[in-house]
């Protein structure tokens, strides 16, 4: 079965510091999308998207520009006040270690991408997809940014927010299915990050680190591209 896998960009909402100094953040929305090419499918119509299976949600954070004048992350809140934002602060430019650097490599670009949501629905579950389009998005980021972080790292099917609905349930990401008991779900999703190319971060709970660099995923011949 030919097949491909691949982001269609949904929304980018751009975060200044009090509108000064262009775009140090990037909000970006993306919807991982399915197209199969099976004999039912015409492959002329250009209007076939496929079907979503899921959604990934990060931020480009610029520190490049936040150095040429002279701010760092916690004078951009989004980022300072992010859930868990001590593992984050610790590569901002002003703070990070000579220990932080022997841990996770040194990147070439200092630009760093935050990773927040990324889900599958339970019927794309278990063929590879999550695999297939996590490490075609490091490849995607190579030469934008240095590292790639998750700091806020929980399964979809447990996110909570209080009197509203799972984002990921709002996005139509199909929950029903995944493992339920919190401690087997969290110790599946760390593997996953692992499989990935991801490595724990220091001693954080459940952080995750990327050194896009050093990154070399070992990916089957789907075509996984950014739209």
């Not at 097949?3 to 269609?8: C, D, I, N, V």
């Not at 262009?22 to 999308?33: R, S, V």
């Not at 004999?39 to 490049?64: H, M």
């Amino acid at each position: 079965m030919q097949y491909e896998l691949y982001l269609k960009y949904d929304a980018t909402i751009s975060i200044g510091l009090h509108g000064h100094w262009g775009d140090l953040c990037q909000h970006n929305w993306a919807d991982i999308m399915y197209w199969e090419n099976n004999e039912n499918v015409d492959v002329n119509d250009d209007e076939d998207e496929g079907v979503k299976i899921g959604i990934l949600n990060w931020v480009n954070y610029n520190q490049a520009l936040a150095m040429a004048h002279g701010v760092n992350m916690t004078n951009i809140p989004f980022l300072s006040m992010q859930r868990h934002s001590i593992a984050l602060l610790d590569l901002d430019y002003t703070n990070i270690s000579q220990e932080t650097i022997d841990e996770i490599g040194t990147a070439s670009n200092p630009n760093i991408v935050l990773l927040l949501h990324f889900g599958i629905s339970a019927a794309y579950r278990k063929r590879g997809f999550g695999e297939e389009i996590m490490k075609g998005f490091i490849e995607e980021m190579k030469g934008k940014c240095g590292y790639i972080v998750i700091v806020h790292n929980e399964p979809a099917q447990l996110e909570k927010y209080k009197r509203h609905e799972s984002l990921y349930v709002k996005q139509g990401v199909e929950l029903d299915g995944f493992e339920k008991d919190p401690g087997k779900a969290q110790w599946k999703l760390n593997a996953f990050w692992q499989r990935c190319g991801f490595r724990r971060f220091k001693d954080y709970d459940n952080a995750f680190i990327c050194n896009v660099d050093q990154a070399v995923p070992e990916r089957r011949h789907v075509n996984v591209t950014t739209c």
